[in-house]
């Protein structure tokens, strides 16, 4: 870790000492470093952020799948209330409870389509 972390300070402070700002006079590099950072922790929680929003989504979307396909007396139900979890925006905690309550505990004992 030790070793990446000199690698990439290695290849970055060059380029933070040596920048100008849009006028073309130099910048002192603590400026340019500091820039650097604020714009990684920005990228960083632009990602965090729609990781979290489409995270939950994408695994609701996943748990729709899976109830679609199966063949089982339930299924009707369970496919109502995941619609129904996305308008109230209450989809993940349904997704969670179709996880653990029917896709975790009958893997492979359901078949599917």
Not at 40 to 52: D, E, Q, T, Y
Not at 59 to 81: G, H, K, P, S, Y
């Amino acid at each position: 870790m030790d070793r990446l972390l000199a690698i990439v300070a290695g290849l970055l402070l060059p380029a933070a000492a040596f920048a100008q700002d849009g006028s073309g006079r130099s910048m002192p590099a603590l400026d340019a470093l500091g820039i650097l950072i604020g714009t990684s922790f920005a990228i960083a929680s632009i990602l965090a952020i729609f990781a979290v929003l489409v995270g939950p989504f994408v695994f609701w979307v996943f748990m729709v799948i899976d109830a679609t396909n199966r063949r089982w007396q339930e299924r009707n139900m369970w496919l109502i209330v995941l619609w129904l979890s996305l308008f109230f925006g209450l989809y993940l905690v349904t997704a969670l409870l179709y996880y653990f309550l029917v896709y975790r505990k009958n893997v492979g004992k359901m078949p599917a389509r």
